[in-house]
């Protein structure tokens, strides 16, 4: 006997987790169906256990330099296993947590992997058995994989993609980064804090290239202080593994010249590919473009009864997103009327050292956009707070629509930013103006009075 819901959610990642508890609450009978582990790749292999190791070395980081704060540290040492087994714990203290909240909320998880068969109903394998299952409305959050090179398989020894480089079977000595987004930039600054020789190569004229070209070329000269080697303009056009030697890289420059570099190891960090594979899309004729599902402002597809959110309907692909465009789609569906998702209100956070964090338009895109701009930057170097902590670089800076006064965007680099964003977020969730921020007082000392500076900066 097939066993019957009204919503039915494939994937328990940021997105198909709270649009599980959204439905829930909402009155709903729900199943949600996982193959791995509640939380998705996010709580697993992704957002959560990134960050922990990147405390580790940050600590270790800050170990190194204790004797600028009056501190001594004899025999600093790192012992990189415990440092994954830490990050292990954490990821499944949160996978656990995320079981709970299904039981609190009434919610079914359905264990194994699910598969469209179309009239609202899905078949679940786990092991030998298949279960039938039926729903009016189902919702696809079946998130995204590390995308591959080609020619380049990764093989979890020598060349990694991010879950092979978060349980590392060895650390590296001469590391290659593939990649200057924000996973191949925390990567880069957590084996290079702990001692590696790290070489990013981005075929792109710049890192970090969705962000502010302002904060790129911080973040790219900070790298280069720390000892890093930066190769933009450049192609990694195959990859050789060779015994005893580590990996011959082949990269191409910005004329097309071929030169080999040999590495320990390699990260692959080049995107990722939407799981949308071999559950049945295809043959109920959902519309996909390029690997991503087209759904409209609620999340509905062009079928009707089935959903789609979060990494699977397209950038950006981060898990706060999912996370919104759940709750809109659950609520759609119990017959309320959401807001729409507006993307450009979407904060973007980058865990390197130094951090970086920023919503909203970059100067160079608003001026593209046809906006009359302008702009305010305040450093941290006079910023008592940085200075206590030892940590004084970096800056924030603000874009404005010189007419109106609204808020196009923010861009913050250095210390603690990836917290400091949430404030810009929500003056641009309240379409405040320069105006409606310049009596806001700010607490003093703290690193957001550099926030305050770079509002007054635009028009002071």
């Known amino acids: 006997m097939t066993e019957t819901y009204d919503l039915l959610v494939i994937g328990s990642g940021p997105g198909g987790y709270v649009a599980a508890i959204r439905a829930a609450q909402l009155g709903m009978r729900v199943g949600m169906v996982e193959r791995a582990r509640p939380g998705g790749i996010c709580l697993n292999w992704g957002c959560i256990p990134t960050k922990a190791l ?19 540290v004899e025999a600093l040492r ?6 994954v087994e830490r990050s292990r714990r954490v990821a499944q203290q949160l996978s656990a947590g995320v079981r709970s909240l ?27 058995v298949t279960t039938e299952f039926a ?16 020619f380049a398989p990764s093989d979890g020894q020598r060349i990694w993609t991010y879950p092979h480089a978060l349980m590392p079977p060895e650390m590296p000595t ?58 933009t303009g450049h192609r990694t056009t195959a990859l050789d593994v060779e015994p005893g030697r580590g990996v011959i890289a082949t990269l191409s420059d910005p004329d097309g010249a071929l030169e080999p570099r040999t590495f320990s190891h390699v990260i692959v960090a080049v995107g990722i590919v939407p799981n949308t594979g071999n559950i049945g899309l295809e043959a109920l004729g959902v519309a996909m473009e390029r690997g ?34 759940g709750v809109i789609a659950a609520e759609a569906i119990a017959g309320l009327n959401p807001h729409a998702l507006d993307r450009a209100r979407i904060p973007g956070c980058t865990y390197s050292r130094p951090q970086v964090a920023s919503v909203g338009l970059s100067e160079a895109k608003a001026r593209e956009l046809g906006f009359r701009v302008r702009t305010g930057k305040a450093p941290l170097t006079s910023n008592g707070r940085a200075i206590t902590l030892g940590d004084p670089d970096g800056f924030a800076k603000t874009v404005w629509d010189e007419e109106s006064g609204e808020l196009l965007g923010a861009h913050l680099v250095g210390p603690e930013v990836t917290e400091l964003i949430q404030g810009f977020v929500i003056a641009r969730q309240a379409a405040a103006t320069a105006a409606d921020l310049f009596d806001a007082p700010f607490p003093y000392p703290t690193l957001s009075g550099t926030m305050r500076e770079a509002i007054l900066a635009a028009y002071l």
């Open 102 to 128: 299904m039981r609190k909320n009434r919610v079914t998880v359905i264990e194994g992997t699910a598969k469209l068969l179309g009239s609202g109903r899905i078949s679940v394998v786990k092991g030998d």
């Open 174 to 231: 001469d590391l290659l980064v593939i990649g200057s987004g924000a996973i191949g930039c925390e990567f880069a600054s957590f084996f290079a804090d702990l001692g590696a020789r790290v070489t990013i190569v981005e075929m792109l004229d710049r890192i970090l290239p969705a962000e502010d070209e302002e904060v790129s070329s911080f973040v790219a000269a900070e790298f280069v202080r720390q000892g890093m080697t930066i190769l």
């Open 292 to 325: 991503h599902v087209i759904v409209d402002d609620h999340g509905r597809t062009n079928i009707e009864g089935i959903w789609a959110i979060g990494d699977i309907v397209g950038p950006p692909w981060l898990a706060h997103k999912a996370s919104h465009e």
């Open 135 to 150: 729903a009016k409305d189902i919702i696809l959050a079946t998130g995204a994989r590390a995308r591959e090179l080609p």
């Open 54 to 72: 990147l405390r580790s070395s940050e600590i270790y980081h800050l170990g190194k330099a204790a004797e600028s704060y009056g501190i001594t």
């Open 78 to 83: 790192f012992d990189l296993p415990a440092m």
